[in-house]
């Protein structure tokens, strides 16, 4: 097919300024003659002199301008000048989209003899074409034409993975000019897994605000922000009258009930010497079972308030100080958050720390309601932070939300995620991926490498310094900058892995209005 020359500049494209398309395609295919450097139908044009300059062929050949020359039995379309069996205005339906149709002329590239004088009966094969070949050769890419990306970029919807079109460059030197460089895709195991975002959180199970259940004054302040204390430990002391009371009357029932225990042990002997009577010995256990249940009141009382077995046996030996409560922590973990200030006045209820145990976070995952089938409780689930690139952290999935939020479609999960030396935070951002089958081999590339076209995915193989192959291909899991290459390409390839976009480029040339033209 005729066409005019294109050079395309991939500094437009934000790449390297450097010319990759400074090829032409010759205005007719060279065949086997005895004048090196003409053409068959060059050497008609120069013995006739007769050249149909709306066609681009010699009079003698245009049967489009020349009806005695057409297909005998064929009807001609007079509407738009062409055969009736290639006119896809008057019949859509009759087109083989498998098939290059020649615009220029009216018909498929592989009958068009005025674009290919080798399909005439008895003319010797075009350079680049093997004897006996019915394959078309792009004479300015030197490509087949069936594969060449830059004259039929829109070929590549009709590619299987593993198949693909052709991209030739002007020289040697442009795939270095313009920055590109290959290796060989990697193998190596890499599991299923379902992308989604994430949220850490503290683990609620182990977060405690720690408050005083009277009030009082701060007396001591034994702790500070960021400190990491173990369990019972002491964080602080408040003075409070009503922790003075309640210790009073703690001691008051014990005294009371040993008092009425000696009572009854008394009875019960005057009764045995019939000294008393039996009613006497039954008042006397009536008051101390009495006694008894006022001492459990007011020791369960002191409980309430904060104050523990040991530190309530210690007052009832005169050991504890009076009117002082001890807040202690309930278990091991760190100050996130601090209120108490000596000397403050404090109200029953408000908190004077917040403890958290930070060696377990929750990552709170936003899953897609479409992947929600792939998706249960058990699963391991690998965390990754922007401010700590590399890093891996890996968690099991605790829960799933048993409904999905209307308007964004996500379904909430939470993972436990070890966070051995605290390098995680709260209310961090995370990528979060949940592993849903195991690990098997994969052929590996870097993300870099992967191109969209017209939505197929496609990667560049080098065939040769100046020749490169968009090959469509299936992807997989995409994880810490690596994509999976389910079908398509194979580990000897060698992938294009910078600089891909300047080939994408050259692929559409054709698109953007710079390629052959006709």
């Known amino acids: 097919m005729p066409s005019s020359r294109f050079r395309i500049s991939l500094a437009a494209f934000g790449v390297a300024a450097v010319m990759l398309a400074a090829c032409s395609r010759q205005s007719e295919p060279v065949v086997a003659d005895p004048s090196p450097g003409k053409s068959a139908i060059e050497d008609k044009r120069s013995a006739s002199g ?4 709306a066609h681009g062929a010699p009079k003698e050949l245009c049967f489009i301008c020349d009806a005695s020359l057409r297909d005998k039995g064929r009807l001609w379309c007079q ?3 062409r055969y009736e069996d290639r006119c896809w205005e008057c019949h859509p339906e009759l087109q083989d989209k498998s098939r290059l149709y020649c615009e220029k002329h009216s018909l498929y590239e592989d009958e068009c003899f005025l674009c290919h004088p080798e399909l005439r009966k008895g003319a010797a094969p075009a350079a680049g074409v093997k004897p006996g070949s019915t394959a078309l050769l792009c004479k300015e890419h030197g490509v087949a034409e069936q594969e060449c990306g ?24 442009s795939a270095a000019e313009a920055g590109v460089t290959v290796a060989k895709p990697s193998v190596d195991g890499m599991q299923k897994g379902v992308e989604c975002f994430a949220e850490l959180t503290f683990n609620q199970n182990k977060l405690a605000q720690i408050n005083p259940l009277v009030g009082g004054v701060v007396k ?17 002391r408040i003075t409070s009258a009503e922790i003075g009371d309640a210790q009073r009357a703690y001691l008051q029932a014990l005294a009371e009930e040993v008092l009425r225990e000696k009572a009854v042990v008394r009875q019960r002997t005057l009764r045995d010497e019939q000294i008393s009577s039996e009613k006497d010995l039954q008042e006397a256990e009536a008051a101390h079972q009495a006694a008894t249940a006022a001492l459990q009141q007011t020791r369960q009382q002191l409980m309430v ?34 209120t108490a200030v000596q000397g403050a006045m404090v109200e029953m209820g408000k908190p004077l720390f917040t403890l958290a145990d930070t060696s377990v976070l929750w990552a709170m995952v936003s899953i897609p309601e479409t992947q929600l089938g792939a998706v249960h409780v058990g699963q391991k689930v690998e965390l990754t ?34 966070n051995a030396g605290g390098r995680l935070k709260a209310q961090m951002f995370a990528h979060a991926r949940i592993l849903i089958a195991g690990p098997t081999d994969a052929v590996l590339v870097s993300e870099s490498a992967v191109q969209n076209i017209a939505g197929r995915a496609v990667v560049f193989v080098k065939s040769e ?9 299936t992807l997989g899991v995409r994880h810490n900058g690596q994509t999976q290459i389910l079908a398509g390409l194979w580990p000897n390839d060698d992938v294009v892995v910078s600089g891909a976009f300047a080939l994408k480029s050259q692929f559409l040339i ?5 390629g052959c033209v006709d």
Do not use: M
């Not at 001591?220 to 602080?236: I, S």
């Not at 209307?406 to 995620?417: C, D, F, K």
């Not at 310094?465 to 291909?473: G, I, K, N, S």
């Open 50 to 53: 007769a050249t149909c300059a």
């Open 220 to 236: 001591t302040v034994e702790v500070d922000l960021g400190n990491r204390v173990r369990k019972g430990a002491l964080l602080a």
């Open 305 to 338: 308030l904060g104050f523990d077995r040991e530190r309530i046996r210690a007052l009832a030996e005169q050991d504890g100080e009076p009117g002082v409560l001890d807040i202690r922590a309930p278990f091991a973990g760190e100050i996130i958050e601090r």
């Open 465 to 473: 310094e100046d020749l490169y192959e968009a090959r469509a291909v």
């Open 510 to 514: 054709a698109r953007l209005g710079a």
């Open 150 to 173: 830059i004259c039929h970029p829109e070929l590549l919807d009709q590619k299987k993975p593993g198949e693909g079109l052709k991209v030739r460059l002007s020289s040697t030197s």
């Open 79 to 81: 509407e738009h000048n």
């Open 385 to 418: 932070v922007e401010s700590l690139p590399g890093e891996v952290f890996v968690g099991t999935l605790t829960w799933l939300s048993s409904g999905v939020d209307e308007q964004t479609r996500l379904a909430t999960g939470r993972a436990e995620v070890a």
